[in-house]
């Protein structure tokens, strides 16, 4: 099994280097030594069929992993009419795209947790996703993992327990666990091996050693305030964490090969080439030893 490095879209160098199209992103990345990539659909799926089944083409001749951000504009929890069908036609979209891409798993933020009581609103957007379910089987879409993220801010819905009780739902659900975000919504603590630990430790007991295998990552340095995630950085920016060195023991000592996406402001793939870096010098001296 493969461990996958790679960016969160397109970082600022790339269009600095005078690239323009996705189509070129596959060689660029790796020339770079990194083998996923990240389809950011946040603004809508604007991509269309041929487009995306060449960069699919593209990233499988090259050993690209891929996989699609899907619009932020989704809330599951949600009990307006108008924006259930919006939801609804984002996760189909982006589903039906990822198989044309053939990227293998979907992430997408759950949605609003403020106000009204924090249970009831978990409830409605389990309620609302095993209806979507229902339709994604009906498409032909079950193969694609549908992948909720864990969210950084307070009055979203998304913390790990939430995420992995969205999981539950049935066996593709899995969790898109965002570190930083993570990391933002405890207030600063994933600062050590026994916080990453702990959250991988959980991640397996509700979902099982498969989950945790496999786990889709996202990692990045977030600055955040007492509400939650303020704003992404680069780790040119030190003030901010987490750190990736535990998580990275960690997953060298229990032999996890989970994708890793970098979210970095503008610095997404370089940031995602220095956390490679880490796990590497970390695995070569695990083997050595």
Same mark, same amino acid.
């Not at 604007?46 to 499988?60: P, V």
């Not at 603590?189 to 397996?204: G, M, N, P, Q, Y």
């Given at each position: 099994?493969?461990?996958?490095?790679?960016?969160?879209?397109?970082?600022?160098?790339?269009?600095?280097?005078?690239?323009?199209?996705?189509?070129?992103?596959?060689?660029?990345?790796?020339?770079?030594?990194?083998?996923?990539?990240?389809?950011?659909?946040?603004?809508?799926?604007?991509?269309?069929?041929?487009?995306?089944?060449?960069?699919?083409?593209?990233?499988?001749?090259?050993?690209?992993?891929?996989?699609?951000?899907?619009?932020?504009?989704?809330?599951?929890?949600?009990?307006?009419?108008?924006?259930?069908?919006?939801?609804?036609?984002?996760?189909?979209?982006?589903?039906?795209?990822?198989?044309?891409?053939?990227?293998?798993? #979907? #992430?997408?933020?759950?949605?609003?947790?403020?106000?009204?009581?924090?249970?009831?609103?978990?409830?409605?957007?389990?309620?609302?996703?095993? =209806?979507?379910?229902?339709? #994604?089987?009906?498409?032909?879409?079950?193969?694609?993992?549908?992948?909720?993220?864990?969210?950084?801010?307070?009055?979203?819905?998304?913390?790990?327990?939430?995420?992995?009780?969205?999981?539950?739902?049935?066996?593709?659900?899995?969790?898109? #666990?965002?570190?930083?975000?993570?990391?933002?919504?405890?207030?600063?603590?994933?600062?050590?091996?026994?916080?990453?630990?702990?959250?991988?430790?959980?991640?397996?007991?509700?979902?099982?050693?498969?989950?945790?295998?496999?786990?889709?990552?996202?990692?990045?340095?977030?600055?955040?305030?007492?509400?939650?995630?303020?704003?992404?950085?680069?780790?040119?920016?030190?003030?901010?964490?987490?750190?990736?060195?535990?998580?990275?023991?960690?997953?060298?000592?229990? =032999?996890?090969?989970?994708?890793?996406?970098?979210?970095? =402001?503008?610095?997404?793939?370089? =940031?995602?080439?220095?956390?490679?870096?880490?796990?590497?010098?970390?695995?070569?001296?695990?083997?050595?030893?």
């Amino acid at each position: 099994m493969t461990i996958y490095f790679g960016p969160a879209g397109n970082s600022a160098s790339f269009y600095a280097e005078g690239h323009k199209s996705s189509l070129e992103m596959p060689e660029w990345l790796v020339k770079r030594r990194l083998n996923a990539y990240e389809y950011q659909c946040g603004r809508g799926v604007n991509i269309g069929e041929e487009m995306a089944g060449r960069l699919g083409q593209l990233a499988a001749a090259h050993g690209i992993k891929m996989s699609i951000h899907a619009p932020y504009y989704i809330n599951l929890s949600t009990q307006d009419a108008e924006i259930k069908v919006k939801t609804r036609g984002h996760l189909l979209k982006s589903l039906k795209i990822a198989r044309v891409m053939g990227a293998k798993t #979907v #992430v997408f933020h759950p949605g609003a947790g403020k106000g009204g009581d924090r249970r009831e609103t978990l409830e409605r957007a389990k309620t609302f996703l095993k =209806d979507i379910l229902k339709e #994604v089987e009906d498409e032909g879409l079950s193969g694609i993992l549908l992948a909720p993220e864990t969210m950084g801010k307070k009055n979203q819905l998304g913390s790990l327990e939430e995420v992995l009780e969205l999981c539950e739902l049935g066996s593709q659900i899995v969790p898109a #666990v965002d570190f930083g975000h993570m990391h933002a919504l405890t207030g600063g603590r994933c600062t050590d091996r026994h916080s990453f630990s702990a959250v991988l430790d959980r991640i397996e007991e509700r979902l099982g050693r498969e989950a945790v295998q496999n786990l889709h990552i996202h990692f990045s340095p977030v600055e955040f305030t007492g509400a939650g995630e303020k704003k992404h950085w680069s780790t040119l920016e030190t003030r901010f964490g987490p750190d990736f060195t535990p998580l990275a023991e960690l997953l060298v000592e229990r =032999d996890l090969k989970p994708t890793i996406i970098c979210e970095s =402001d503008k610095r997404q793939a370089e =940031d995602a080439a220095i956390y490679r870096d880490i796990y590497e010098r970390i695995k070569s001296g695990h083997l050595k030893s």
